[in-house]
């Protein structure tokens, strides 16, 4: 059996979450053909540029060819493109985006459309209910196939109509769901008659991070912060709260790892505040220098105000270190308070300076016991091999 892999754009520095989803099910006897709708550039991570080679880019293929594609299809499939056609005039109607994209999904289903049936496959997943899902589904309506999604949050759910995420759900063989909190958003998005076909999978960590030594909490106060840099990460008002605690006196260090369209604007909040020597941005990090700077850390802190479930929550507790964050989506679902980690509302500055102090005021001694209930968390429940198996499972049942 082999599954046709749709990402909008893959392999990517923040989707190793994919990747291991991938190797996991391939592991588990599911082969796994790879597409991504528009390729990527200057790829950090080795794996990834493995992942690369292996993957087919839809747009590599130019106007040309979208276009010939297009054309192509329309004439060996009238009545099925057609149907394409008026979807896909609908859908751009009702989107943010307009008619003119969504017909260029329409080519870009036809493109996979060919590809597929030159590989004789029968079935795509795709990743995130937004334009990779769009083209499965006009795929699906183009071809004699059927398709799957994952939803991730928090993007499908700020636009639910203007993505088409009813519609989408509704024709979807099944839906995973990453988190329970994703779950009840789906439910609230289609008819009862429909819940039975959600599953909750989680993303998860290989063993990579499940194997790795125990390292010892350090005793430099040291803090990491890994994601893109970007509003709803809340890396400003990490800042802030780290200007907040110098004023206290504390002495600590914080590496942002991570770039992103706010990077210039947190450099100069960093300026402003002369936190130069308290604060460091690497920009982006393979996994590899990922592990080793959260390590390098007491805990690892991410104040978003807008999320899924964070991958990198699930690598810091895999790796014993405890997480702070916040009670947005997913993530009490595996951060207790005061268990393997903190949990603060979500855009208080004065919260996450709090939690901060107890971080630093807390002993080696009982970070580590925390950690060490985190990993424990991470490997009963985001296990990708154990994940990869559920999915498969789901994939095996297709008709």
Same mark, same amino acid.
């Given at each position: 059996?082999?599954?046709?892999?749709?990402?909008?754009?893959?392999?990517?520095?923040?989707?190793?979450?994919?990747?291991?989803?991938?190797?996991?099910?391939?592991?588990?006897?599911?082969?796994?053909?790879?597409?991504?709708?528009?390729?990527?550039?200057?790829?950090?991570?080795?794996?990834?540029?493995?992942?690369?080679?292996?993957?087919?880019?839809?747009?590599?293929?130019?106007?040309?060819?979208?276009?010939?594609?297009?054309?192509?299809?329309?004439?060996?499939?009238?009545?099925?493109?057609?149907?394409?056609?008026?979807?896909?005039?609908?859908?751009?109607?009702?989107?943010?985006?307009?008619?003119?994209?969504?017909? &260029?999904?329409?080519?870009?289903?036809?493109? /996979?459309?060919? +590809?597929?049936?030159?590989?004789?496959? %029968?079935? *795509? !997943?795709?990743?995130?209910?937004?334009?990779?899902?769009?083209?499965?589904?006009?795929?699906?309506?183009?071809?004699?196939?059927?398709?799957?999604?994952?939803?991730?949050?928090?993007?499908?759910?700020?636009?639910?109509?203007?993505?088409?995420?009813?519609?989408?759900?509704?024709?979807?063989?099944?839906?995973?769901? &990453?988190?329970?909190?994703?779950?009840?958003? /789906?439910?609230? +998005?289609?008819?009862?008659?429909?819940? %039975?076909? *959600? !599953?909750?999978?989680?993303?998860?960590?290989?063993?990579?991070?499940?194997?790795?030594?125990?390292?010892?909490?350090?005793?430099?106060?040291?803090?990491?912060?890994?994601?893109?840099?970007?509003?709803?990460?809340?890396?400003?008002?990490?800042?802030?709260?780290?200007?907040?605690?110098?004023?206290?006196?504390?002495?600590?260090?914080?590496?942002?790892?991570?770039?992103?369209?706010?990077?210039?604007e947190i450099e100069s909040l960093i300026k402003q505040y002369k936190l130069e020597k308290q604060i460091e941005i690497t920009g982006w990090a393979s996994g590899e220098t990922v592990q080793k700077q959260i390590l390098a850390a007491k805990t690892m802190i991410l104040p978003s105000f807008a999320e899924g479930l964070p991958v990198v929550i699930m690598e810091s507790l895999a790796l014993s270190r405890p997480v702070l964050s916040t009670y947005v989506a997913g993530i009490p679902e595996l951060v207790e308070p005061n268990v393997c980690g903190w949990l603060v509302p979500a855009g208080s500055v004065d919260a996450l300076v709090t939690a901060i102090q107890n971080v630093l005021e807390t002993?080696?001694?009982?970070?580590?016991?925390?950690?060490?209930?985190?990993?424990?968390?991470?490997?009963?429940?985001?296990?990708?091999?154990?994940?990869?198996?559920?999915?498969?499972?789901?994939?095996?049942?297709?008709?």
């Amino acid at each position: 059996m082999t599954i046709a892999y749709l990402i909008n754009q893959y392999p990517k520095i923040s989707h190793s979450f994919i990747r291991r989803e991938i190797i996991a099910l391939e592991r588990s006897g599911i082969a796994i053909a790879r597409f991504t709708v528009r390729p990527t550039l200057d790829l950090v991570d080795e794996a990834d540029q493995k992942e690369q080679a292996k993957t087919q880019a839809i747009l590599d293929l130019g106007l040309v060819g979208l276009l010939f594609n297009l054309i192509q299809t329309a004439i060996t499939r009238p009545w099925r493109w057609l149907k394409a056609l008026k979807l896909a005039i609908t859908l751009g109607l009702k989107s943010e985006r307009g008619v003119l994209i969504h017909l &260029i999904y329409l080519a870009e289903a036809c493109v /996979l459309l060919g +590809w597929l049936q030159q590989k004789n496959i %029968s079935h *795509i !997943h795709a990743h995130f209910g937004t334009n990779s899902t769009t083209v499965a589904l006009l795929t699906h309506i183009l071809g004699d196939l059927t398709y799957s999604f994952t939803v991730h949050g928090p993007e499908e759910f700020d636009k639910v109509q203007a993505i088409a995420l009813p519609e989408k759900i509704k024709q979807a063989s099944f839906v995973i769901a &990453i988190s329970e909190f994703g779950r009840s958003q /789906l439910y609230r +998005w289609c008819t009862h008659e429909h819940w %039975s076909k *959600i !599953h909750v999978i989680h993303c998860g960590v290989d063993q990579s991070f499940l194997n790795t030594p125990f390292h010892p909490i350090p005793d430099e106060p040291r803090l990491v912060c890994v994601g893109r840099l970007c509003e709803q990460k809340g890396q400003l008002l990490l800042v802030q709260a780290i200007h907040k605690l110098v004023q206290k006196n504390f002495d600590l260090k914080m590496v942002l790892v991570g770039d992103g369209e706010l990077r210039t604007e947190i450099e100069s909040l960093i300026k402003q505040y002369k936190l130069e020597k308290q604060i460091e941005i690497t920009g982006w990090a393979s996994g590899e220098t990922v592990q080793k700077q959260i390590l390098a850390a007491k805990t690892m802190i991410l104040p978003s105000f807008a999320e899924g479930l964070p991958v990198v929550i699930m690598e810091s507790l895999a790796l014993s270190r405890p997480v702070l964050s916040t009670y947005v989506a997913g993530i009490p679902e595996l951060v207790e308070p005061n268990v393997c980690g903190w949990l603060v509302p979500a855009g208080s500055v004065d919260a996450l300076v709090t939690a901060i102090q107890n971080v630093l005021e807390t002993s080696s001694e009982q970070l580590e016991q925390m950690g060490q209930v985190g990993a424990k968390r991470v490997q009963e429940q985001y296990n990708t091999t154990v994940e990869g198996e559920k999915l498969a499972k789901l994939f095996s049942q297709l008709n």
